[in-house]
C-alpha cells in the first residue's frame, strides 16, 4: 500500500525552498541596488566633476570607484549622489561632489605626500585622499567614530589610512610635518593656526573660508618665511565645523 505523505517532512523542505527563494530574491535587490549605485557615481563624475575643471584623473577615477553611499547613515543612502551636502552627524558633512573635488583637486596631492584629514566624519573624504597620496592621517574628535571611520575604510581594502582621535584644531602634531592638510567636511570660520604650524615647507592646506555667509576655498602655502593664501572658487559648505566658528564679538 503507499504511504502517507510525511506532513512535516513536506512542510519543511517547502519552508527551505521558500527561504532559499527569499535569499536569492535579497542578493538579486542587492546587486540591482550596487549597478544603481554605480550608475549613479558615474553620473556624479561626469556631471558635477568632470565638467568643474577637475582634470585629474586619479581623482576621477576615485570618485567614481568608491561607494560613497557606505559613508553616509543608512536612512541618506538615496542622496549619496545628489547635488547637496549631507549631514552625517552632528557638526560633519559630506560636501557635495563638486565642491569636495575641486576643493581636493586644488590641494595637488601627490603620491608619497604624507595628508592629514581634518574632520574626516565617516571617512569617505580619507579614502578618496587615499587613491591620491602615500599615506593618510584620518582625524576625528570622537574615539567612536573615528573607529567607525576605520572600519569603514578597511572595508574597501585601503591599506595607507589611519585613523586617530583628537580635537579637530590641533591636529595631530606626532604624525606631522605634513605635505597637505585637509578640511573637506564642513567650513571654517577661524584661521586654522595650530594646523598650519604642522605643514612642510612647501606644504598646503585646503578649506571652504566662510565669512559673513560667503564661502571661499582656499589654498594655504607655506614658505620658508611666511603662509600665503590664495582663493580658488566660491562654495556654500552646510555647516562650519566645531572648533573653527568665529569667536562671540564681544559686547558691553
Not at 210 to 233: M, Q
Request: hydrophobic share 40%.
Amino acid at each position: 500500500m503507499p504511504q502517507p505523505p510525511d506532513r512535516a517532512k513536506s512542510y519543511t523542505l517547502i519552508q527551505q525552498s521558500q527561504g532559499r527563494s527569499q535569499a536569492v530574491k535579497a542578493q538579486e535587490r542587492r546587486q540591482r541596488n550596487d549597478m544603481d549605485f554605480a550608475a549613479a557615481r558615474k553620473h556624479m563624475v561626469d556631471s558635477q566633476v568632470r565638467p568643474n575643471d577637475v582634470t585629474d584623473i586619479d581623482l576621477q577615477l576615485a570618485m567614481e570607484s568608491l561607494p560613497r553611499e557606505k559613508f553616509v547613515p543608512s536612512n541618506r543612502k538615496s542622496l549619496a549622489y545628489a547635488e547637496l551636502g549631507i549631514e552625517l552627524f552632528p557638526g560633519r558633512w559630506l560636501l557635495q561632489a563638486r565642491d569636495f573635488s575641486k576643493l581636493i583637486h586644488a590641494a595637488g596631492i601627490r603620491k608619497g605626500d604624507l595628508v592629514l584629514d581634518v574632520g574626516c566624519g565617516y571617512g569617505y573624504s580619507s579614502a578618496v585622499i587615499a587613491r591620491l597620496a602615500g599615506m593618510v592621517v584620518a582625524l576625528e574628535e570622537d574615539e567612536a567614530i573615528a573607529g567607525d571611520a576605520e572600519k569603514r575604510i578597511a572595508a574597501l581594502g585601503i591599506d595607507n589610512a589611519v585613523t586617530v582621535d583628537g580635537p579637530l584644531t590641533d591636529g595631530m602634531t606626532n604624525q606631522g610635518p605634513y605635505d597637505v592638510i585637509t578640511i573637506a567636511n564642513g567650513g571654517i570660520a577661524e584661521r586654522p593656526v595650530k594646523l598650519l604650524d604642522q605643514l612642510k615647507t612647501g606644504g598646503r592646506l585646503v578649506a571652504i573660508w566662510v565669512n559673513g555667509g560667503i564661502g571661499r576655498a582656499t589654498v594655504y602655502t607655506k614658505s620658508a618665511e611666511a603662509i600665503g593664501d590664495r582663493f580658488v572658487f566660491e562654495a556654500q559648505p552646510p555647516g562650519i565645523l566645531p572648533g573653527f566658528k568665529p569667536a562671540p564679538a564681544f559686547t558691553f
